[in-house]
């Protein structure tokens, strides 16, 4: 399947699953989807940076990296429709609400960190794409965290996409105006 059909696929399912949520960004009436296409947009300009990149695989991941946290849609769902990979990703790019809030994100970077470097890339592009101007529920501990969490993600995917990670620390150093 070719990338745009591929996007098309997925970004409907994702769209269909963020909707029936009602899910919006934090603190606008702005459809989820936007978040996730703007995941996807990253990943295809990395891709135009990176060598030996699975596009196909990387937009599909990216379109779906908050189905399996943010809705209803189970990894059995995901492997019938996407198939295992695409599946596994998500999965890893999941923060397992099992663990103490703390222990987290350092889960999931470790699960990302054993599958395909453009699973890490998806990564990147997630926090890249959040570390736009903070909610205005955001209090200053929380947008500090969400930067400190930032570095922490650069750190442990280092290697992973030099693209990414350049983008990634500017917007770390960008994020700087928001704190107090």
């Given amino acids: 399947m070719d990338v745009q059909t591929a996007y098309q696929k997925t970004i409907i399912f ?3 699953k963020h909707l029936e949520n009602n899910q919006t960004i934090t603190d606008s009436n702005l459809p989820y989807v936007i978040h996730l296409s703007n995941v996807a947009m990253e ?3 990395a891709s135009n940076n990176t060598e030996n990149f699975d596009l196909n695989f990387a937009t599909q991941v990216a379109l779906l990296h908050d189905t399996l946290e943010d809705t209803n849609t189970t990894f059995e769902e995901l492997e ?3 198939g295992l990979d695409i599946a596994e990703g998500v999965s890893a ?7 103490p809030k703390e222990e987290r994100i350092l889960d999931s970077l470790t699960r990302i960190s054993k599958l395909k470097k453009e699973v890490w ?4 592009a997630d926090r890249i794409t959040n570390l736009q101007k903070p909610p205005k529920s955001w209090d200053n501990l929380k947008r500090r965290k969400y930067k400190d969490d930032a570095a922490i993600i650069l750190e442990k ?3 992973g996409n030099a693209y990414l990670e350049n983008r990634l620390r500017s917007k ?8 107090d």
């Fill in 14 to 16: 994702a769209t269909i």
């Fill in 43 to 45: 990943i295809l300009i």
């Fill in 80 to 82: 019938l429709e996407f």
């Fill in 93 to 99: 790019l999941t923060k397992n609400s099992d663990l």
């Fill in 121 to 124: 890339a998806v990564k990147l």
């Fill in 157 to 159: 995917l280092k290697g």
């Fill in 172 to 179: 770390i150093e960008e994020y700087e105006q928001y704190l």
